[in-house]
């Protein structure tokens, strides 16, 4: 289909890192049901590092594909690396998004910060609330 | 590959191209022109006309080419509203799960003044001539109401719905491109009063359509230019295509009842197969439904990665997720029809033809159960419905 690319229909067909960690360490949900997609990604971490991380998705090719890619992307990284990990590098490493399907790429993003918030919150650990995601009080999905 | 998408498009026929090639090539000529070519290509268009004329029932005269389904639509509803404009009548009846070709079109009326009256369509999609008769009113000037919804393949009372618009005097407009071809049509019988057919929902060429306007009533033209169509609808006519249409509607009519009776077996085998699914459901009328209509939701998947699923095994089918039609919301006919937004994701049409054959069934109930149990697998949505976190709807 030439709606994505060969790297989008890859990430699609051939998740990586896709199922449910059992006992992670933070585990992080965004999306709404409503608009058709929610990810969810666990995190297994040890010494700052991202030792393993799976994700679930309801949602589009897009939405199944920037979950995987993102998780591909902080697989192995520090906390901090996978905190800087844009939506924009997620739709470079796809190769691109149709314009309409970006918002999948800023939810994996989201999905990765909730994660490690969850995992902050969790230890006690402080952090800056307004780099997080703020998924009580969100504006930016129309339906919640 | 399985093509399950007949409701998108349909394959070329080959009477259809036969009909069209002496038109592409050794008769190209304009209908407009005095000279013997363009004499045979006015001819053609007099043959289709009166081959369309007899398909459903109405006078050569009283039928008018368009591009297609979505051009009659507009043409239809903006002819009857002008009508009504002139006499003061500004409200139109119509329902919630029409086509967009209607619900824009009357979108357009609404924001000049007119009234826009859209009936509910209950859980199976449909509505009753008593709904109809009941929102009626003095100053109504229009009813348009489809013969056979494109999305979940309910089949309305057309002939009942016109026949309450003509005891009151009101036009009476049904969008059939859905229904051409694969239902009976008499708009006489029918009490039709405007139809509007799609050339390639029946093996016809993408681009031509038809708009029947009982005598009468003046289609006000949407393209001026020309005195084609009686200087309804300018512009060189689709000769090719409009040929090619004519030999489509003429092969599909004269096979409707053992097309339909074919079709809906294979159709009542697929429903029964795929309700197996836990926690799906089927949309629309299960008894009066067209003969190639199969639509389900599947609850806790979406539906483009379905599709996309389908397509790596070579079949092609549609869904009604807001992802699959690129738009924020799923479809207004799941909508209209009390599926919540969740479900309507995750919704996906099979549409069959009389070419699909047992073994594609057999493959297609292979596959479907097999792509929703893994989505479901990935899916945070299906975890929660199965741990009660969330209340299944389905």
Redesign the interface.
Known sequence: ?ALYTETV?DH??N?RN???MKDADGIG?VGN????????IYLRIENNIIKDVK??????????ASSSMATEMIKGKTIEEALAVTNRQVVEALGGL?A??LHCSVLAEEAVKAAIKNYYDRNGISYNRSEFPDCENCGSC??V | MIYADNAATTKLSVAALDAMMPYLMENFGNPSSLHTMGQKAAEALQEARETIAVCIGCSPKEVYFTSGGSESDNQAIISAAETGRKKGKKHIISTAFEHHAVLHTLKKLERQGFEIELLPVGSTGTVTAEQVEKAIRPDTCLVTIMYANNEIGSVLPVAEIGAVCRAAKVFFHTDAVQAAGHLHINVKEQNIDMLSLSAHKFHGPKGAGVLYAKTGIIPVSLIEGGAQERGRRAGTENVPAIAGMAAALKEAVANIDINAAKVSVLRDRLIAGLSEIPHCALNGDPVNRLPGNVNFCFEGIEGESLLLLLDAKGICASSGSACASGSLDPSHVLLAIGRPHEVAHGSLRLSLCETNTEEEINIILAEVPAIVKYLRNMSPVWKDLESGKRKFVL
């Not at chain 1, 049901?33 to 969810?40: E, H, V």
């Open positions: 289909m229909m699609f067909r998740p896709a199922g449910e949900e049901a409503k608009c058709g997609d929610i990810m969810k994700f679930e998705t309801f949602g589009c090719g897009s939405a199944i149709p309409h399907k129309r339906m």
